[in-house]
């Protein structure tokens, strides 16, 4: 099982519970939360913008068709939404919003945020969670160190986010919904950080949170 199934195991999950849905696929059926996980870049087409040259921005169409797909189901439903690297991007461009198409090229920094998969546990810099937040709540913390594997990063936050977190170099680390909705989404891998209470508490808190949206919808 690959690291997201591990650690939505780990908060409390069934297996049986966890459905994965390939890029492509309809987006049917009744569930009770959305996980958006780490992948490809998002066309910049989806966030009003020409490919940027020279930037090593790679797609895949079905992939966001698919991911958007969700996450407007999810909104329609009040679903629990936890995106991660990605899936922080994704929610972004969904609500509005814009991306960095290439760190590297457009905003350098001294801060390193793009490992390779085989480092996918290294802790590259802190991230710095604003109190008063949802993530603050979640985490029980002030300052997260983190692993970092993302070229990409948000831009103009969309309307009705706020940013919950920070590197040191400025980039948004961190988005949240409004108080009254379960949306969360970081720019790291708390999947691959197993036993790194943070990351296991948002995960936790994910699977509470759907749990009584099931609850709800039975309800209960």
């Known amino acids: 099982e690959n690291d997201y199934i591990r650690a939505l195991r780990k908060a409390g999950a069934a297996r049986e519970e966890i459905v994965v849905i390939p890029p492509g ?19 910049p087409a989806r966030y009003g913008r020409s490919l940027l040259p020279d930037a090593g921005v790679e797609v895949d169409p079905e992939r966001d068709e698919t991911d958007l797909a969700l996450f407007e189901k999810a909104s329609r439903e009040d679903l629990p939404v936890l995106g991660i690297c990605r899936g922080l991007q994704v ?6 919003g814009t ?9 350098p920094s ?21 109190p008063g937040t949802k993530l603050h709540a979640v985490t029980a913390a ?12 948000i831009d103009q936050a969309a309307p009705g986010l706020s940013v919950s977190a920070t590197a040191p170099d400025g980039v948004i680390e961190a ?4 108080a009254e909705r379960w949306l969360l989404a970081v720019q790291w891998h708390p999947e691959n950080l197993a036993g790194d209470t943070p990351s296991e508490r948002l995960f936790a808190e994910f699977v509470r949170a759907a749990r009584a949206r099931a609850e709800e919808n039975r309800g209960g």
Not at 142 to 153: D, K
């Open 25 to 43: 696929a309809p987006v049917e059926g009744e569930f009770h939360g959305v996980v958006l996980g780490g992948g490809a870049d998002v066309d």
């Open 142 to 153: 002030g300052e997260i160190t983190v692993n970092s594997r993302h070229h990409q990063a």
């Open 99 to 107: 991306l960095v198409q290439d760190l590297p090229k457009e905003r």
């Open 110 to 130: 001294e801060v390193i945020h793009r490992r390779s998969e085989k480092e996918k546990t290294r802790r590259d810099h802190a991230v710095s969670v604003r």
């Open 175 to 178: 988005v949240e919904g409004p």
């Open 91 to 96: 929610v972004n461009v969904a609500l509005g």
